[in-house]
């Protein structure tokens, strides 16, 4: 029996990569004045930021209904797969309850493995994509699912926000609280760790943030896959590659952009870089 | 006067100190760089203070009581370089006296030599022509080895002249010194202890040694200093009863009768400081309501740099820490020497504020207080100033074993700031260490000061009324107004547009006129970032950093 990996939004996986890899994307909800966007499928980054931007109010999010993962699992056990299915980090979204109670609903079926990747944006969809090349070629579920598990501690992710403001009002802050304030122009940058928004360093304008992140994703030596990311700054996103482009093969570099639901957190002027090292 | 006994001993310390307090204001005079901040006076004073505060009365039956104990008061009490220094003069010679209940000439002059060998143990990289030299002289004219005396008093007596000596000598040993005509203020303050504990030891009249102190001085300069300082007083008072609002503020004339001031004040609050001429006052005191006080000034004058703090809050935050705080793994205490840098630390992520700096160095009691009210089991301190960076690593070497403190040693509030933003309370104290001390050395920090007297410092020569530039630590410049003297101080360090430039306000400057120089500054450079924050120092106009 193939094994077929599933996702959510949540992993900014880009939709043409996903396909050539045969992975499902679950779409998370945003609700923007009252009325809910499934992300990526009514609602696309450009029209997102414009209205995050121009207000009223900020959007939020929810995960995928258990339905919506009953649904997918369903079809695929229909077809005959297994399924691998990835998910965001459980400490910042409910989303991984979803996936286990619609496994419940399923009878807990063997065919099904779920990994709480403690990972969000493209740190998920690195993961995603390893376990998507490796599902092509295996038929041994908890043997992949085992080594997808152990692969996600060296995946890092720094990433550099404008404002802190969009993740301290969407309540996805964690201990990065501590770079919370107003008095000095900062341009935080932070980190996933067990699951959760992890401070790092506060560069004093975007230049410098830019710069430290090219350190810190040189202080983990070569990667074998690497991702940049950004939310409204696409020159920052190739800024970054410039900086960092000698540490992955090229064909193993993803370029992507926070969705509407990242995109509630980090807000404008984001940008990132995620790596698979060691 | 073969011996000297415990209640000998204890009166002259009183003398000794009442000795100093007379010419604390000569001390605070003494000032290298010709700006109004002098304080090695005020800060021997208080620290020396600590220590007579710790003796008993009536005095205890045992030398080495009396001394221990004030070398304990001494040690917590410990404030700026030269408090520390002296703490640890006093160390070394009261060690000598502790296993003693009386103690002969050989034994004073034994303690004469450990106090030396202490002091010069207590500074990295001694420097002669301090405080350093006068104790040095003091510890050879009492050599064991040559009993000249069996006389205590004649012992003390040759101790104090070789002390004024080696005082005159100073300019001599040490270039700034002679270029800023004055010896050096710190060891002023030894000579002044000696000569008070002689006179206390023998009974003789302190208005002659008083001259013998002022002489070795090189004459009386304590008029100098013609802007108001916060000084001592306002330690002392603020230290006092604590309830209400501590309020202070200041002045501005023309026409203020400060003694008219005084009473009037005393009548509306208590612990009323005033100091201050006809044009500018500053204004301390505690009212269980500050409007009233506010409200009389304003019918003096103008009022600004006002800071008012409620003393219950305080009360209850320190006195019961755990009911406003949980205990943190790893915390940052800074010094701040105004309301809005203690703002600007405290969003910063510092747990805990002293209030001070420049014109206050906090004492090693202060630091370990304030290790304690920030709740951390691993406390970072930053002192923020090179005169208070001692009384920080004291305290960490005698830290109260409940909290393990440790001192990143930024030499200037910019500095200090930039320590802050590196820390992270996710990371390890060591890899916090490292990062702060690594984000301090990366910034040149630019002070600039007002000068109170005509003077020759590095080469540069500064009029009375001029600005000085101080580029890392460095009198590098003059001008005739705060705004050009920051212009010329920030082309001297070197601009660029990928440069960060942070402009800190404070007293004699404003929001608007900061902004106006820092779009000058973007106007000059373009692409150059500058950011004005409030800091309210005292006596600094503009401190600057740029990164």
Redesign the interface.
Known sequence: MAIRVVTDSASDLPADLAAALDVTVIPCNVVIQDVNYKDGVDIHPDEFYQRLLAGPGLPTTSQPSVADFQTCYQGLLDQGHQILSIHVSGKLSGTMNSAERAKEALGNPDSIELVDSQLASLGLGLAVIAAAEEAAQSEDLPGLAGRVRAGLDNIRCFIALDTLEYLQKGGRIG?AQ?????????KPILTL?DGEV?????P??A??ALQRLGELAREGGPATRMGIIYSTDPQRAEQLKNQCADLAPEDRIVDARFGPVLGTYVGPGAVAVMLTQG | MLTITAQQFNDALQAGGECLARHRDLANALNVFPVPDGDTGTNMLLTFRAGLERLASPAADNLGTVAADFADGLFWGARGNSGVILSQFFKGFCQALEPLEIAAVSDIAAAFGQGAKAAYQAVGQPVEGTMLSVASAVARSAQPSEPATEDVATLWESAFRSSGEALALTPTQLPVLAQAGVVDAGGLGLVAILGGMWAGLTGQDSEAIDREVVNAAGGDRSGLQTLPAVDAAFVDASHHEAWGYCTQFLVEGPGLAVEQMRQDLDSIGQSVVVVGDERRARVHLHALDPGPALSYAVSLGGLSQIEIENMNLQNQEWGNPSATAPAQPLTVVAVAPGDGFEALFREAGCAAVIRGGQTMNPSVQDFVDAAGRSRGEEVILLPNNKNVVVAAELAAQGDDGRTAISVVPTVSVPQGVAAVLAFNPAESLERNIRAMETAAKQLSSIEIAPAVRDSTVGGVHVSAGQFIGIIDGDLKLAANDAGAALMESLAAAGLSPDLIVTLYWGEGSSQAQAEELAEEIERNTPGIQVDVIYGGQPHSPYLASIE
């Open positions: 201990k501590a770079f919370l304030g107003s008095m000095l122009s900062v760790q992890h401070p790092v360093e506060r004093r304008n230049q410098r």
